[in-house]
C-alpha cells in the first residue's frame, strides 16, 4: 500500500504541475506501480474533489510549503481523500503518508504533515460534508460558460462527482452479451455495467465479442446504418480503433488513417482481438493525405477529429484541471484545418460523419456551421429515424447529436459528445 501511495504522489504531482493526462503520467511511473484498482481510485476521488480538498487543507495550513517540499502537499491531498471519503483507517493513512514523507523530505516537514492529518482526521465527518457542491475550477468554467447556461453547467458538475459506469459494444448478439455479463441493455445496443473489476478477465473478452466504447462514442458509426456492406469508409483519426470495429462488423471496408504509429498498433491488437478482417492502416497526418488524394472515392469519411476530450471528464477527471480555453482554441484550429479538406475524399451522394468528445460548441456544432458555409454541397442528414426515441433528447434542432454529461439520467448518463452526419449532394 506505501508502494501505490507513493505512485499516486507521483502521478498527481505529474498530472497537476506538467498538466498531463492520467494515463500519460501513469505511463511515467510505471516501474513505482503498486496496487492498480487502489491507485486509480484514489488518483480519481482526489482530483474530481481538489476544490473542496483545498478549501479544507487552507484551513490548516496557513502558510505555503516551500517549492521543495511540494510532494508534501501532494501527500496531504490524497491522505485527505483517503480520510474523508475512502474510509481507510486514520492511524493507517497517517503512518503511511507520514513515513513517505520523512523518506523523501525530512523529519520536520514530516512532523507537519502528521499534525495536519491529525486534525482533519478528529474533525472528519464535518470536513466531508462542508462546501462540497463546486467542483470545477474557474478555467475550465470558462469552457462550460461559454457554450452553456448556468443551470445546464451546474448539472454537469453535479453528475461529474459520481462514478461512471462501463459500456461495451457488441461485434454481435448484444441481448445475449447482456445475459451474459448481466449487463443492461440501452436502446441502442450498448452494454451498460456497473461492476467494477478487469474487464479482460470477463467472458467474451479473449473470444473479441466485444469492446469497451462509451454509449456516446458508438453514435457516430451508427449514423451511417445497419448494413454498410460494400461501402468503403475512410476513418480518419483511427486508433486506438472503436469507430474502425463498429464500420468492420457492419461489413464495411475500411482505411483506417491516424498521425500515432503506437497508437496505431494499439488499433491492429484490438481488431486482431476482435477477430474482424484487418482494414487498410494508413500512418499519416490527415491533412496531407486529404491532400493528395487524387479524387473522391470514398462512401463515407469518419473524422473523430482531435478535441480537448472534455466530453470525458466522468472518466477522466484530470480534464478539469488540465484543460482551458487556450485548448478548445488550439483544437478547433486543427479541426478547421482538416475539415478544409476532408470534402475531397467524399463521393458524390457519400457521407461525412464529423464527431468530437468535446463539450464546447466551438469544436462541435461552430465547427459544422463554418464548414456548411464553405461547403454548400454537404447537408445534415436527419438522425431521427436512427436514435431511438427513448434517446430523443441528445438530438438537436439541426439535426446533429449532441451529448451532455446530465443526459440520459434515467440511463445513468453519458460522456459529452458531438455527431454530425452530412451527405455530399450528387
Ligand atoms: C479521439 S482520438 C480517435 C479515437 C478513435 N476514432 C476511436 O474511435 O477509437 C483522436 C485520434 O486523432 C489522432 N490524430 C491527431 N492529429 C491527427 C492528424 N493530424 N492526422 C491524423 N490523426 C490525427 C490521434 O493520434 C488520435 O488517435
Not at 450498448?190 to 461492476?195: D, I, K, P
Not at 448494413?227 to 475500411?254: F, I, M, N, R, Y
Not at 473522391?296 to 484541471?321: K, M, W, Y
Not at 434542432?397 to 452526419?421: N, Q, S, W
Request: aromatic letters at 8%; hydrophobic letters at 45%.
Amino acid at each position: 500500500m506505501t508502494d501505490s501511495r507513493l505512485t499516486a504522489i507521483l502521478i498527481l504531482q505529474e498530472i497537476i504541475e506538467n498538466k498531463s493526462f492520467a494515463s500519460d503520467a501513469r505511463l511515467r511511473f510505471e516501474k513505482e506501480a503498486g496496487n492498480d484498482a487502489f491507485v486509480t481510485m484514489l488518483l480519481q476521488t482526489t482530483l474530481r474533489r481538489m476544490l473542496p480538498l483545498r478549501r479544507i487543507l487552507g484551513l490548516f495550513v496557513k502558510r505555503k510549503l516551500p517549492a521543495q517540499a511540494k510532494f508534501a502537499h501532494y501527500a496531504l491531498l490524497l491522505a485527505a481523500t483517503e480520510i474523508l471519503w475512502l474510509e481507510t483507517p486514520d492511524y493507517a493513512v497517517i503512518n503511511s503518508y507520514v513515513g513517505l514523507v520523512k523518506k523523501k523530505l525530512d523529519k520536520y516537514i514530516a512532523g507537519f504533515v502528521n499534525a495536519v492529518l491529525r486534525k482533519i482526521a478528529a474533525d472528519a465527518k464535518n470536513l466531508a460534508q462542508t462546501n462540497t457542491s463546486e467542483f470545477f475550477p474557474p478555467e475550465f468554467r470558462r469552457i462550460l460558460n461559454v457554450s452553456y447556461s448556468r443551470k445546464t453547467v451546474r448539472e454537469i458538475e453535479n453528475v461529474f462527482i459520481n462514478q461512471p459506469e462501463l459500456d461495451l459494444s457488441c461485434k454481435a448478439e448484444p441481448q445475449l452479451w447482456a445475459q451474459k455479463l448481466n449487463a443492461r441493455l440501452l436502446p441502442t445496443g450498448t452494454l451498460r455495467l456497473s461492476g467494477q473489476g478487469n474487464p479482460a478477465k470477463w467472458p467474451g473478452y479473449a473470444d473479441g465479442a466485444w469492446w469497451v466504447q462509451d454509449f456516446a462514442a458508438s453514435l457516430a458509426v451508427k449514423t451511417l446504418g445497419e448494413d454498410l456492406s460494400k461501402q468503403k469508409v475512410l476513418d480518419l483519426c483511427a486508433a486506438p480503433g472503436g469507430k474502425t470495429a463498429q464500420l468492420l462488423s457492419k461489413g464495411a471496408e475500411v482505411t483506417a488513417l491516424d498521425i500515432s504509429a503506437p497508437r496505431l498498433e494499439r488499433l491492429r491488437e484490438n481488431i486482431c482481438r476482435l477477430q474482424l478482417p484487418l482494414p487498410q492502416i494508413i500512418c499519416a497526418d490527415a491533412v496531407s493525405y486529404l491532400q493528395n488524394l487524387p479524387k473522391p472515392c470514398f462512401d463515407a469519411v469518419i473524422l473523430d477529429a482531435p478535441c480537448s476530450a472534455t466530453g470525458t471528464l466522468r472518466r477522466h477527471p484530470e480534464i478539469i484541471h488540465i484543460k482551458n480555453l487556450a485548448d478548445v482554441e488550439k483544437q478547433a484550429a486543427i479541426q478547421k484545418e482538416i475539415l478544409a479538406v476532408v470534402e475531397r475524399a467524399v463521393k458524390p451522394g457519400g457521407f461525412l460523419v464529423y464527431c468530437v468528445c468535446s463539450l464546447a460548441r466551438a469544436e462541435g456544432e461552430e465547427q459544422m456551421t463554418g464548414f456548411l458555409k464553405q461547403h454548400p454541397t454537404f447537408f445534415p442528414r436527419r438522425l431521427n429515424a436512427i436514435i431511438p426515441a427513448a434517446v430523443s433528447e441528445i438530438l438537436t434542432p439541426e439535426g446533429y447529436i449532441r451529448t451532455l454529461p446530465c443526459h440520459l439520467k434515467k440511463f445513468g448518463g453519458t460522456d459529452g459528445f458531438f455527431v454530425a452526419c452530412l451527405q455530399k449532394g450528387q
